[in-house]
């Protein structure tokens, strides 16, 4: 029970409806058609989505996905908060708060150990989460590439005549291969899950396109046409005539085209000299970790890995983290790191030879772009006397993140 005998609770059939209508006055349709897929589906049902009801009304709610994400060859269970929306006479109430309470705790249930998330600038540093993961940058395309035919100097039939058409049910196996491909080199990254590829094949605010060359999908794009304005999001291509073929047909005779620019792929290096250049406004994902040592304790196999990668040898000797509130210690073997040891407060890591880091920027160093030495820089509260150690652990990443909605 909330204040002022609002009641929240998990969503049921019955709601649908006023959950459609709700996500419809605050946001637009295409969120109503995603939050019916979302419940709807085997993988996750009812019992994701929340609502706060005033009497028989829906008044609030909000929606957890289940995601994946990649650090290197570990794989972090994850949950994402989306499909959130609260009517306006009862902004101000707290109800959201209540519902992200609410999916927090839906999340550590099923074992997820962070959580991320696409959200209005601040609002989610009040509830945890902190910016961390770069937003790749949509980027415009250059109006002398728009037209077939300007393909830096390759011809796009090279290996035959390339077709376009809309992704079907039959074709999730090649758009899943395409983007782990895609992703494969990337540092951090979160895979669409198979749940989602269904709904993205039927929701209505973006289309799933595919390239064919010879009969085989060669390349692969999620678009969001506004009339004036075409987003391509998601670009995937097995070699640089496909990279170029894909981006012709689909930016035919448009104006206003922009590209996301996924860095290390086929279509950025194929595309790169075609598009304008990248807004350097800072744009990220946020994350939450409510649990420091379980996301240390699980990234062991990596931090290791990367000690042994830069040559360092500190047997005998330990990790040290320290959050200030809290320190994580991990013995170095020649096996591996152990189990992180979790003690209390500690003003000064780095009288003990140990990492300092704010709690609010460990998720940037644990997966961001900066890495400890690019943190350093700008935050006094991240340091390491060890700069060789720390940098070798915590180094700069590349990340390439598949949301439900896209970030642009």
Known sequence: MLPGGLVLRTAEPRDLDQIGGLLTDRGDAD??????????????????????LD????????????????????????GQVELVATDRAYVGRGLVRALMAWAHGRS?????????????????RRLGYEYAIDIAPARQLLPASGAVGQSAGRPTAASGPATLREAGPRDLGALAALQDTAQARTDVALPHPAARWRWL????????????????????ARVRDDGEDLLIAEPTAVDPAAADALLDLLATDRTGVHVVHRAGTVTADAWDSRLGPADESAEQYY????DAAAVLDALRPVLHRRIQQAGIERFGQQVLLSTFGAHYRMAVT????????????MQSPGAHGGIGVAPDHLAALLLGSGGLRGLSRVRPDVYAPDEALAGALFPSLTADLLT?????
């Open 31 to 52: 969120d109503a058609v995603d939050h019916r897929l979302v419940v709807g589906d085997p993988d996750l049902g009812w019992g994701a989505c929340a609502v706060v």
């Open 55 to 78: 009497g028989d009304r829906v008044v609030s709610t909000a929606t957890l996905l289940d995601e994946h994400l990649r650090v290197g060859e570990v794989v972090l269970p994850a």
């Open 108 to 124: 550590a249930d099923r074992g997820h150990l962070l959580q991320v998330m696409i959200g209005i600038p601040y609002f989610y």
């Open 201 to 220: 094949l039927e929701h209505t605010a973006t289309r799933t396109m595919l390239l064919e060359r010879g009969g085989l999908v060669v390349g692969s």
């Open 287 to 290: 994350v939450r970790l409510p």
């Open 334 to 345: 020649e096996a591996g790191l152990g189990p992180v040891q979790v003690g209390g407060p």
């Open 404 to 408: 439900y909605y896209l970030p642009w």
